[in-house]
Structure formats: structure tokens, C-alpha cells
């Protein structure tokens, strides 16, 4: 191989070109290491820039939940709760523009310069305004009203956002980025959920909740005071202001409790502390360890004030033996008892005449009955039942003339008249009769003949030949037979032997927790009464003694049986009235109540009265304070906010009890009646309705009552018109009886002519005369005048029936004469009873007059004994006045209450949001107090306390008694202090 040593290359070169090859790649591995740690120097810048916004944003929604508390925090001590806007939509423009200036004063602060992370400067600003919007979660508490709950759902936080610039930069470098981004953060202060509790417990405080429990607590009070006086004559005042200051109180601290689950705890101890000594001090209550139960106060306990009786019979017992007493007097001196007897012995006849001449001659003119006898009439009576056959003549001495031989049959067309007709068995033959162990013969009809006769006489028939030609038929006329006197004074004795059992059959005991209110029982009583008598009504009309299958034994039976059957009538529609009297009772209350209130009346008194009594009943209505309850959120299927936690309230009350006097706030000097309370006694007195004698004979008992202590007030004036008013009472009287007797007597038959308008004078001055005004009054209240009047009369009635009957020789003279008697006596007691019943009601004016001054005057001297029992004596009420008689008292209390608390605050003790220098935390609160002129910017208003104002109503009904039921001292109308003053 040929060597060529023209391509050879210098080892030199090769390594020259091996150092420029080394050298490249060095520079090239030099090159890509400068980049890397470029690279990465430039990402770690880039990390640190994300950690400052981060960390901004943070800060600044951070700055912006404390901006907001301290905002809340503002607005919580200041609310504004009267505006010319709305205050919810004030509060919350003034929450955001708080919460703008906190947070731009932060941000001017802390992201002006100032705000360094690494190498970067952040500087942040707001662009826009601070928008909140409510949170709201569930609220579970552990005590809630029974019957009107509190709401569940409820705002309880805010969430607050506002859009926000933030300007970056890298000093040393060109770097220069902006950008906006939305802070939003939950505000860790539960202020919404405070104002809306406190919103809610104003409302319900104004609403019906409140009205339900002051209500509730007013008829526990009537009804337990109330009874205590009708037993026992005490308390003098059934409804008292001080203890109307004592319900509200309870009241609101119910509403109090329910709606926070937490009160006051002085203020608890404060109702206790008046609830049940008002001798011990607050700070003594607190510290009793007995009294442990006070976190559960009873709110039925208002009505437990020391009363005369602690406890009130739950037992009632009703009858009829009023009922029965009045329709027996009206049954004996019922004026037309004279109609109804000649009715039963009525009927309707005529006759038939047949003329037969005859060849006789006479010189006169004459006739004679030749023969009569009975004629097989029809079994009830009707059709010919008697013939007469006479011979007349009228001729002169010439023997002119004419001589007939007449026949006259006697047709009865209808028997017995008395409410039907033809209904009595063999009514032209006597009959016996049996009543109260003596045996009688009624005379039916036989002497229907000798009653025509005296309408149209037979020698009319028998000489008016053209009146009643032969084959004609006379006037049918309806006549009263002559009858038996026993008739009267059988019914009368069937009667008063009757009325015994029907008092014994008619009667009940209830227990008044069976109903919801006392006058449902009262009615319910009636109820069960007129059950009774129904199902006895066969037993007392006893049917079978006086008639079979519809035909009455005799005329004296069938008077006898309607007359019984008049009596048992009158029972049962004074039951059925009595049941169903509660029509003309919710008048009267409808008429009373609407000078008060347009909203009450009747028909909601009464359901309110059912709805206390099962408030009361089936409830456990208790007070608490400091119970935690449970905040829920997180409803929404993406409600972010999803968490339980715990809420406990403390309520701090200034005053701690409501009172009536001035209150003065020691910080702001703001002064106020916390309390202002009405109370009105509808139906102070009787008398403007008095129209029986048991209620008349109340007001004369309590005018006596006063006539007797008036002297004791030592007041001249009170004396002076007490003296004149009995004087007026006794010379009316007097009167009124004259009037009321005479004109009764007009009115009977049986009565006419047995007692004299002379005797009427005589009788009455004569009780009079014989006794002074005062002894007058006092003998006409327990009705020993009126007895002794309607004797004397009655004596001398029977004295003349006795005188004119025994002419007649009749044998019955001494039963009729006892039956004038008594009917006289019973129609001149009733007449009497109107007569004063009358003077009462003229005199009404006078008589309240006399009891108000009286009480009034007796206020401050219920110390001495007899002007204590005077004030019992007093009637007080208004008796429910069916037809028959007294058959309950009510009255009927209006009542009003201001309420306003000068201070409130409410405290979220569970959280401490509010950072504090010195005290470390604060906790979130809610106040309501007067502040006025509380602006920000152009917003302004006041903050107000919280105000309630309720009225209502309750009543009581009781059994009929003197003394009836109502207030007794204070006047009628009581108003606090101030009362009529213009609320703030």
C-alpha cells in the first residue's frame, strides 16, 4: 500500500480542535445551568407573590368580620327603632356603613404602604360598598309556649361582602399588577339573631300572646278571689290594681322566658318576692334555698296572693226550689184561675121547642112544668140531654086566648170548654172526686138547665110563639155552669202537696274543673236540671188520677189537671230559660262593653274564659331563665353553612318589677310609669235591673247595712244622704205597696169585693205607723212587713168569702175561705215584691250614690268590724234575671295595662366576639332604651324601650246571693297613677 503523507494532520491541530470542542460544550453546560437557577429564582417570586395575596385576602376578610362586629357592636347598644324608614332597612344601611368606615380605616392603616410580603408591597382599597345579607338557621328551645309558640327560623348571623382592589408591586423592578376580588366572610356576632328575639318578644308582648297569658292570669285571679268573696265576704276587691301590676309583670317574664329561654333572675325573684310576702326583700328571696323551684316558676302562682280562703270548693250544688217557689205563688194567685174553672164548666147548648095546643081554658095567663126528666144523651155529653114539658096559656075572662102544651128539649153542643171540648165523661151526672185525702162530689154539668136559664129565660120560650115556633130551635149560648168551691182549693192543695217532690227531683252538684268556664257549669247545672224534670214530667203530671184514655172523670178533674199541668209548664220554661238565658246575658255584656273596646264582647269573653281554663289546666306554664338552646343551620341541599351549636341569652331589666310609680333611668334621667293599669267593675250594683224580690231584698239588706255603720265613718255628709235615702225608700214604699195591692185585687175575680181599697189603707199605714224609716226598710229586707200586711188582708178576704158563703149553706165554706185567704195573700206578697222592686229601681240613682260614697269613704276604715261587715253587705253584681226569678250573679271586669320596660338589654353569654385591650373579649348585646337623635349620615331615629299595651277582659258567675260579687273599695272605675297621662 502506497504511503500518502498529504492527509496526515498535526497532532497539534487535533488538539487545538479538542480544547475548542471542550471549551463549547463547557460554555454550552454553563449556559443551561445559568438558565436553571434562573428559572428558578423567577417561580419561587412567582409562590411568594400567591402567599402575599393570600395572605391579604385573608387579612382583609378577617378586617372586614371585625369591622362588622364592631359595627353590630354600635348598632346593638343604639338601635334604631323608630325612623322615618323602615327600622330594619336603617339598622342595616347603618350596619354597612359602619362596617364600610371600619374597614376602610383598616385598610388605610395596615395596605397603604405598609403591607410587605417578601419582596412584594400590597396596597389594597375598597371599590365599592359593604352588602350584608341575613343567615338564617333554626332555633330549638327547651321551654316554648304551649299554646302560641315562638318562631323557629330567625336571622342569626349576617354574611358580609364588598369588592376590593389590590395594587402589587416589586420594588426594584418593573412589576406593576392590580386586580379586584370580592371579600366575604360569615360575621362571627350573633346581633341579628338578639334584635330579631327582642323584635319578636315586643311583638308578642302587643299581640295575642301576651293577651292570652294576661288573660289566662286575670281569670285564675277573678275566679279564685272571686269565690273567696262570695263565701266568705273577702276580699272587698276582687280585681286590684296592685295585682294587675302583679299579672302583667308575670306576664311579660312568661313571654320573657318563653321567647329566650332565660329572664332576669331578679326580676323572677322580684315576682316571687310580691307573689307571695311582699315583706321580704329581693336579695332575701334569692338567697332562700327553699324557694330552688323559682326556675320554674309557676305562672298560675299569680293568683295566690293570701286570700281569706285558700282553697275555693270545687263543688257545686244547684236546684230549682227558687223555680218551683215562684211558679207555685203564681199558680195560687194567678188571676184567671175564675176564667179557666168556668171554662172546664162551660159549654155550648140550645134548645129545641114543640108546640101542641091544648083545649084548657083559663082566665090569666100562666105555666107550669108538668114533668121533666133526662134523655139518653151521647157518652161525652153532646146531643139532648134533658126535656121539659110544660103547658102555658094566656087568655082573658072571655076565655080568649090559647093553651099549649110545649116541649123543650135541651141539645148540648160542646162540653167542658177548657183547652179542648167533649172530653169529659158523663158530664150531666155528678161525679166523686179525690184529692188530698178528702173525698168531694163534683157537680159537672147538672146545673147547665138552670145556667141556660139565666141567658135566656124559659118563659121566653114559652110565651114567644113567634120567637120559637113549634119545630124551632133557640140561640145557641156558651154558659158557665154553677160549680163546686172545692174546685179551686183542691187544685191549690194538689199543688203545694206536688212541689216538694219536684224541689227533690231537680237538683245536681257539679264540680266546676269539669268545665271550662263557671258559667258553662252554671248553664250545664240547668242542663242536667231540665234533663231531670223531663224524664220525671210523666211522674209529677200523674194523668191517670184525673182522666183515662183521654176522658177526664169530671169538669172539677179537668180543671184540676190543666191547672197542674200550667204549673209543671211554667217549671220547664223557667228551666229552658234558665239554660238558655245566656242570649239576654251577652246583651247586657255587649251593652257594657262597648264603651271600652269595639274588640271584645261577648262571644270572645267567654271563649276567653274556656280557652284560661285549658291554658291553665293542661299546661305547665312555668317561667325559666339561662336554658341553653341549639342553633341549627344548614338546611339547603348547598347551604355551606352547616353546623350546630349552643345559645344561651341573659336578660338584664331595668326596673326589675314593673311598678306604677315613677322610674328614673340613673344613667340618662329618663323618667317613666313603667306600669300604668285600669281596671273597671262593669256591673257595680243591682239595682238598674232589679225586678225580683230576692234581688231587691239585697239592696234594702245593704242599704240597712249602711244605715247602721254610716255613723261610724263620722261624716255628716254620708249620714245626712243615708238617713234621707232610707226615709225616701220607706215613704215610697209605702205607696207603691197601696198601689201595686189595689190594683191586683182589680185584677181577680175571686178577690173583688173581698178586700176593700179602706182595708188596702188601713192595713198598710198601720205597718207602717208602727215602725220607723230605718226599722221599715230593715222589716220590708227580710219581708216581715210584707207578711204582715199581706196577713192582715188576707184574714179579712177570708173572713168575707167565709160570711158570704155560709148564707148558702155550703159545706165547703171553710175550704174556700182558706183558699181566698191564701190566694189574697199570695197575690198582695207578689204585688208587695213589685211595689219595692219598683221604688228600688226609681231610687237607683240615689242608692248607688249612697254604697259609692260609703265605700269610698270606707277605704281607710275596713279596720273596724262593723263597717267591714257593712261593705259585705253591699250587693255587687248583676243577677241574671230569666222569667222565673234570680238565677246567678256576674260581674264583668274591662281591664287596660300600659306597660313599658326603660330598659333592656339582652347578652349572647355564650359568645365573646368582640375583641377588647383591657377586658379581653366582649360579648355580643342587644339594648332597647330611649335614645333620641341617633344619625348616621342622612339616616336618623330613636331608640325606644319596649312598650306593650293590652286590654282585656274577665267575669266570674255565682250562685244567687245577697251580697252578690264585685269590688267594694277604690271606686268602680280604678285607675294608677298617671294613667290618663300622654305615653311618651
Known amino acids: 500500500m502506497l504511503k500518502d503523507d498529504g492527509a496526515r494532520v498535526p497532532f497539534a491541530v487535533i488538539g487545538v480542535l479538542l480544547i475548542f470542542v471542550s471549551t463549547a460544550a463547557s460554555a454550552y453546560l454553563m449556559s443551561m445551568q445559568s438558565l436553571g437557577v434562573t428559572n428558578a429564582v423567577e417561580d419561587e417570586r412567582e409562590a411568594e407573590l400567591n402567599d402575599a395575596l393570600a395572605c391579604a385576602k385573608a387579612d382583609i376578610d378577617s378586617a372586614l368580620n371585625y369591622a362588622c362586629i364592631y359595627a353590630e357592636e354600635d348598632i346593638g347598644e343604639r338601635p334604631i327603632v323608630n325612623s322615618t324608614m323602615d327600622p330594619g332597612e336603617a339598622n342595616l344601611l347603618r350596619l354597612e356603613r359602619m362596617a364600610a368606615r371600619n374597614l376602610t380605616q383598616y385598610l388605610d392603616a395596615n395596605y397603604q404602604g405598609s403591607f410587605v410580603y417578601g419582596d412584594y408591597r400590597i396596597d389594597a382599597s375598597m371599590c365599592g360598598n359593604v352588602s350584608v345579607e341575613p343567615l338564617y338557621m333554626n332555633l330549638s328551645r327547651v321551654v316554648y309556649h304551649p299554646v302560641l309558640q315562638c318562631q323557629v327560623r330567625y336571622p342569626a348571623y349576617y354574611v358580609a361582602s364588598t369588592p376590593i382592589r389590590?395594587?402589587?408591586?416589586?420594588?426594584?423592578?418593573?412589576?406593576?399588577?392590580?386586580?379586584?376580588?370580592?371579600?366575604?366572610?360569615?360575621?362571627?356576632?350573633?346581633?341579628?339573631?338578639?334584635?330579631?328575639?327582642?323584635?319578636?318578644?315586643?311583638?308578642?308582648?302587643?299581640?295575642t300572646v301576651m293577651l292570652a297569658d294576661a288573660t289566662a292570669a286575670s281569670f285564675a285571679y277573678t275566679w279564685a278571689r272571686g269565690y273567696c268573696q262570695y263565701y266568705s265576704g273577702e276580699p272587698a276587691n276582687i280585681v286590684d290594681n296592685d295585682d294587675l301590676a302583679l299579672i302583667a309583670n308575670a306576664a311579660s317574664l312568661l313571654e320573657q322566658g318563653c321567647e329566650y329561654n332565660s329572664v332576669d333572675p331578679v326580676s323572677l325573684a322580684s315576682l316571687v318576692k310580691h307573689t307571695y310576702d311582699n315583706t321580704r326583700s329581693t336579695e332575701d328571696v334569692l338567697e332562700d334555698n327553699d324557694l330552688s323551684y323559682i326556675n320554674q316558676y309557676n305562672f298560675s302562682n299569680t293568683s295566690k296572693k293570701p286570700l281569706p280562703r285558700d282553697e275555693v270548693p270545687d263543688e257545686y250544688s244547684f236546684n230549682g226550689d227558687e223555680i218551683v217557689d215562684k211558679a207555685l205563688r203564681k199558680a195560687i194567685a194567678d188571676p184567671v184561675s175564675r176564667y179557666d174553672v168556668e171554662k172546664a164548666y162551660g159549654c155550648r147548648m140550645y134548645v129545641t121547642v114543640q108546640r101542641r095546643a091544648v083545649s084548657e081554658r083559663y082566665n090569666d095567663t100562666g105555666s107550669i112544668c108538668r114533668e121533666s126528666y133526662p134523655l139518653a144523651s151521647n157518652e161525652n155529653g153532646t146531643g139532648p140531654f134533658f126535656r121539659e114539658v110544660w103547658k102555658a096559656w094566656e087568655n082573658d075572662t072571655c076565655g080568649r086566648g090559647w093553651t099549649e102544651a110545649v116541649t123543650i128539649d135541651y141539645v148540648m153542643e160542646d162540653c167542658s170548654l177548657l183547652h179542648a171540648y167533649n172530653d169529659v165523661r158523663t158530664p150531666h151526672k155528678e161525679a166523686s172526686y179525690?184529692?188530698?185525702?178528702?173525698?168531694?162530689?163534683?157537680?159537672?154539668?147538672?146545673?147547665?138547665v138552670d145556667g141556660y136559664h139565666g141567658v135566656v129565660p124559659v118563659q121566653d120560650v114559652l110565651f114567644d110563639r113567634a120567637g120559637y115556633p113549634s119545630g124551632s130551635s133557640g140561640p145557641t149560648v156558651e154558659i158557665a155552669c154553677e160549680h163546686n168551691e172545692w174546685v179551686e182549693n183542691a187544685s191549690v192543695s194538689e199543688l203545694r202537696a206536688l212541689a216538694p217532690g219536684i224541689k227533690k227531683g231537680i237538683s245536681v252538684t257539679l264540680k266546676a274543673s269539669d268545665y271550662g268556664s263557671y258559667d258553662e257549669m252554671m248553664a250545664g247545672a240547668y242542663g242536667r236540671m231540665q234533663d231531670q224534670f223531663r224524664r220525671n214530667y210523666t211522674a209529677y203530671l200523674s194523668e191517670g188520677d184525673y182522666r183515662n184514655d183521654g176522658i177526664f172523670r169530671g169538669c172539677g178533674a179537668k180543671y184540676v189537671f190543666y191547672k197542674r199541668v200550667a204549673f209543671l209548664d211554667d217549671i220547664g220554661n223557667a228551666l229552658d230559660a234558665s239554660a238558655n238565658a245566656s242570649e239576654e246575658v251577652n246583651k247586657k255584656i255587649d251593652k257594657q262593653l262597648k264603651d271600652y273596646s269595639r274588640d271584645m264582647n261577648s262571644s270572645t269573653l267567654k271563649d276567653n274564659a274556656r280557652s284560661s281554663k285549658s291554658f291553665l289546666d293542661d299546661t305547665k306554664m312555668f317561667i325559666p331563665f339561662g336554658l341553653n338552646m341549639t342553633l341549627a343551620g344548614g338546611e339547603g341541599k348547598y347551604d355551606p353553612y352547616k353546623w350546630e351549636e349552643n345559645v344561651s341569652l341573659a336578660i338584664d331589666q331595668r326596673p326589675n318589677y314593673l311598678y306604677v310609680d315613677n322610674y328614673t333611668d340613673p344613667e340618662t334621667g329618663y323618667t317613666v310609669r313603667p306600669l300604668k293599669v285600669r281596671n273597671v267593675c262593669a256591673?257595680?250594683?243591682?239595682?238598674?235591673?232589679?225586678d225580683?224580690?230576692?234581688?231587691?231584698?239585697?239592696?234594702?239588706?245593704?242599704?240597712?247595712?249602711?244605715?247602721?255603720?254610716?255613723?261610724?265613718?263620722?261624716?255628716?255628709?254620708?249620714?245626712?244622704?243615708?238617713?234621707?235615702?232610707v226615709d225616701n225608700v220607706s215613704a215610697e214604699a209605702k205607696q207603691a205597696i197601696k198601689d201595686e195591692i189595689n190594683d191586683a185585687l182589680v185584677h181577680d175575680q175571686d178577690l173583688q169585693g173581698q178586700v176593700t181599697r179602706e182595708d188596702v189603707n188601713s192595713s198598710v199605714e198601720s205597718a207602717f205607723n208602727d215602725r220607723t224609716p230605718g226599722q221599715a226598710v230593715r222589716d220590708m229586707r227580710n219581708g216581715t212587713l210584707q207578711r204582715e200586711i199581706a196577713g192582715d188582708l188576707a184574714g179579712k178576704a177570708k173572713a168575707r168569702a167565709e160570711s158570704e158563703l155560709a148564707k148558702r149553706s155550703d159545706e165547703y165554706v171553710d175550704a174556700y175561705g182558706d183558699y181566698i185567704a191564701g190566694k189574697a195573700e199570695e197575690a198582695i206578697l207578689g204585688a208587695e215584691e213589685r211595689a219595692v222592686s219598683y221604688v228600688i229601681s226609681t231610687l237607683s240613682d240615689s242608692v248607688k250614690g249612697v254604697f259609692k260614697d260609703f265605700m269610698a269613704e270606707a277605704a281607710d276604715k275596713t279596720g273596724d268590724a262593723a263597717i267591714s261587715a257593712a261593705l259585705k253587705r253591699i250587693p255587687m253584681g248583676l243577677p241574671l234575671l230569666p222569667p222565673w226569678g234570680w238565677w246567678a250573679t256576674m260581674n264583668l271586669w274591662y281591664i287596660e295595662i300600659y306597660g313599658e320596660i326603660p330598659y333592656l338589654a339582652v347578652y349572647d353569654t355564650d359568645s365573646e366576639p368582640i375583641p377588647d385591650p383591657v377586658l379581653g373579649q366582649r360579648a355580643t348585646v342587644y339594648v332597647r332604651r330611649p335614645m333620641l337623635d341617633i344619625r348616621e349620615g342622612e339616616i336618623m331615629g330613636s331608640n325606644e324601650p319596649v312598650r306593650f299595651h293590652i286590654r282585656t277582659?274577665?267575669?266570674?258567675?255565682?250562685?244567687?246571693?245577697?251580697?252578690?260579687?264585685?269590688?267594694?273599695?277604690?271606686?268602680?272605675?280604678?285607675?294608677?297613677?298617671?294613667?290618663?297621662?300622654?305615653?311618651?
Open 166 to 207: 389590590l395594587h402589587i408591586t416589586r420594588p426594584g423592578s418593573t412589576l406593576d399588577h392590580a386586580e379586584e376580588y370580592e371579600a366575604r366572610t360569615l360575621v362571627t356576632s350573633r346581633y341579628p339573631l338578639l334584635e330579631s328575639l327582642t323584635e319578636e318578644y315586643e311583638a308578642r308582648l302587643n299581640g
Open 434 to 448: 179525690a184529692s188530698g185525702g178528702r173525698a168531694y162530689v163534683d157537680s159537672n154539668l147538672v146545673k147547665a
Open 683 to 690: 256591673f257595680a250594683l243591682p239595682t238598674d235591673v232589679v
Open 692 to 725: 225580683t224580690g230576692e234581688a231587691t231584698g239585697a239592696v234594702l239588706d245593704g242599704i240597712d247595712a249602711v244605715a247602721g255603720a254610716a255613723g261610724r265613718l263620722a261624716n255628716d255628709t254620708i249620714t245626712a244622704e243615708t238617713s234621707e235615702l
Open 953 to 984: 277582659c274577665t267575669f266570674i258567675v255565682v250562685p244567687p246571693g245577697p251580697q252578690g260579687i264585685g269590688d267594694k273599695l277604690g271606686g268602680w272605675d280604678e285607675k294608677s297613677p298617671g294613667f290618663d297621662e300622654v305615653p311618651a
